[in-house]
């Protein structure tokens, strides 16, 4: 029953080692570990040399400035496991995670595991040394982090689609916006991806991620989530020279997420639960990041053409969705689909400002205590 992880490598020597260190931490036997990366020098060499054997390490070659879909797309390609999961070369994981979703697959017969991710700032050992108490205090502060708890006591008996709803729940719901929809820490069955050749689209750098796990949403029938299984997603700060895929400045990732979005609905029955909370994640991203945007940016294309890519997308929205959003939501779906630039500047203004007066009264409540 082997495992094998996947590790696209973008040159960060001092965070792979961590990455490698909680391979071996799983004890697990059965496993191999992919590395694919273009950069083979010196200092990689003597981290495939101290974790070749411990790991059963195997590098593979990418082409030059290959991005992580194409070289997961390289490790699947290359993948002799019976089952595959996915592990950036910056973080790393728990010990004996691994054998807590191997364990969890054989116990309740499931086609997916995963479990819970935190954010960290800190390297594994003083990660581990600070324990898991102040971790989980930082994580819950993170403003990128995982609804982990949000479905821990959710009663899925009585649902007739329980499974269907279990998926998009963890792999979608569970994710704030699209950007963080990701396929680390889910343990796949690789008949799954082999059975429906599944792959990561190559034209995306920033949402490529977000197709492959709604596919498995919609190929894999069953799926378990273990809330001791632990995954810590790094992040680093060097925007100069190691720039995380957030801190890039790219003027066409609103383009890209577009292509991604309408890729993604084109796989999905217009009818089904997982359109309606794709549509979910749509509004709230315009309600909030795109609205400030539209506010703040001085660019005027964010008023103009891209606000009317906005609202195009905004027309198919389901209207039993709306529904449910809140009143701010609905006005600017609404103002959107009138194409009403001015009316939607005036309430977004109005929305920020309401905002910012709650933020300045809790704080004084802090202050206060």
């Not at 961590?18 to 391979?23: A, G, L, P, R």
């Not at 390289?74 to 070369?89: K, P, S, T």
């Not at 950007?179 to 069955?189: A, E, G, R, T, W």
Request: charged share 35%; aromatic share 12%.
């Amino acid at each position: 029953m082997k495992v094998s992880f996947i590790v696209p490598f973008e040159g960060y020597y001092h965070y792979l080692a961590d990455c490698f260190e909680s391979i071996q931490d799983q004890n697990i036997d059965d496993i191999e570990t992919l590395l694919i990366t273009e950069k083979k020098d010196e200092q990689l060499d003597d981290l495939i040399n101290q974790y070749q054997n411990k790991i059963h390490l195997k590098l593979i070659e990418s082409p030059e400035n290959a991005n992580v879909a194409t070289k997961r797309n390289m490790g699947l390609d290359h993948a002799q496991g019976d089952y595959v999961y996915f592990l950036d070369g910056d973080d790393y994981l728990k010990p004996n995670t691994l054998s807590l979703m191997i364990q969890d697959i054989n116990d309740y017969h499931v086609d997916l595991v995963t479990g819970i991710r935190w954010i960290t700032w800190f390297k594994k050992q003083v990660f581990e040394t600070m324990g898991d108490e102040k971790n989980s205090e930082l994580n819950e502060k993170d403003k990128d982090r995982d609804r982990n708890l949000k479905f821990i006591e959710k009663d899925y008996s009585a649902m007739d689609n329980s499974d269907e709803q279990k998926k998009i729940d963890y792999l979608i719901r569970s994710k704030k916006g699209f950007k963080n929809v990701s396929v680390s820490h889910i343990l796949i069955k690789k008949y799954i991806i082999d059975d429906h050749h599944l792959r990561f689209c190559e034209d995306f750098l920033y949402y490529s991620d977000l197709p492959f796990v709604v596919e498995l949403v919609l190929y894999a029938k069953t799926i378990y989530k273990d809330y001791e299984a632990l995954y810590i997603k790094r992040k680093h700060n060097d925007p100069i020279n190691t720039p995380a895929l957030s801190q890039i400045k790219d003027d066409h990732k609103f383009d890209e997420f577009v292509k991604a979005y309408q890729y993604v609905i084109s796989l999905v029955n217009p009818d089904s639960q997982l359109r309606y909370y794709l549509d979910s994640k749509l509004v709230k991203y315009y309600g909030n990041y795109f609205a400030k945007r539209i506010r703040r940016s001085q660019n005027d294309y964010w008023r103009e053409e891209r606000f009317e890519t906005m609202c195009s997308l905004l027309d198919d929205v389901r209207d039993d969705l709306l529904k449910k959003m809140t009143r701010y939501q609905q006005k600017m779906v609404k103002l959107a689909r009138q194409r009403d630039i001015e009316g939607t500047k005036k309430l977004i203004a109005k929305h920020l400002a309401k905002s910012k007066i709650k933020k300045i009264l809790k704080n004084k409540n802090e202050m206060k205590k």
